[in-house]
């Protein structure tokens, strides 16, 4: 998490699978509530709907191997080294976690249940918590602190979800907890890496000599660096009040008209949701399709 170009990186990453995951996983949810599931992955027809998904099967392996050559040929502190190396794992983990998905899509549970997946996304989630903010201090180390906070809530929506599919409410949480980690990612690229929306007394972060062991934005005078951080607390919270607002505006417009829902396509999965015996079921009144 060196610079602009890597943040807004993890942006195109976790804003589009967050927000995509909220407007399926609301449309499931509202389709039928008594019998939602939640899903590894909602697919849609026709196949370029998809195409985060295959975007993100072959760019994390190439992200991977780029952090994994930092690593051997970047010459600074050990620890500041080595979180390149944390960084390279992390993103094969996810590509890992993206092959699971396709494996329990197309196989179904007969060879990998939803669980484990849920439950290897979780373990994905905290070593990538692990590496967020890995030798930074003070005023990076706070931004990097409610980033970090964002990723433990991902953590326990993947654990919760593994116990209980069903649960809507993890489902929306972990789909608006990737929109906020998305959107935070990129405010801290822009905050602290660039000069152009540096805080008022502070210079951005650079690469630290071999001889420091922590990075900190460099302020002329304490005071800039206490209101610095209170500032990023600002921030923070207007972001929380704006993916609030995003997601529960999406979810009521959802639930006022039929026609924005997405509709998932059907696979081993939903046609399991959606068994003749589940249906069966199924409370009178209730749409089925």
Known sequence: ?????????????????????????????????????????????????????????????????????????????????????????????????????????????????????????????????????????GLGGVVYGFLGALTLVCVGACLYLSIKPTAFFADFLLSSGLIFKGTWLLQAGFSLYTDAFMLKGCKKISLPSPSLENVDIHCDLDEDGLRGITVMHFIFTVHAILVLLLSLGLFGLLASNRKLRCEEARGPLLAELESPQTLMHALPGQEMD
Not at 15 to 24: D, I, N, S
Not at 68 to 90: D, E, G, K, N, W
Not at 95 to 120: D, P
């Open 1 to 137: 998490m060196a610079s602009v170009a890597t943040h807004f990186s993890g942006f195109l990453f976790f804003f589009p699978v967050g927000l995509r995951r909220l407007l399926f996983s609301s449309s499931l949810y509202l389709k039928n509530p008594s019998n939602f599931r939640s899903k590894l992955w909602y697919f849609s027809h026709p196949a370029w709907k998809n195409i985060d998904l295959y975007f993100l099967l072959v760019a994390l392996p190439i992200a991977s191997l780029s952090e994994f050559v930092i690593f051997l040929s970047l010459s600074t502190h050990p620890a500041y080294r080595f979180s390149f190396f944390l960084q390279s794992i992390a993103l094969f983990i996810f590509w890992v976690m993206i092959l699971f998905i396709l494996a329990q899509e197309h196989l179904g549970a007969s060879l990998i249940s939803e669980s484990f997946v849920f439950i290897f996304g979780s373990i994905s989630f905290l070593v990538e918590y692990s590496v967020i903010g890995k030798g930074i201090a």
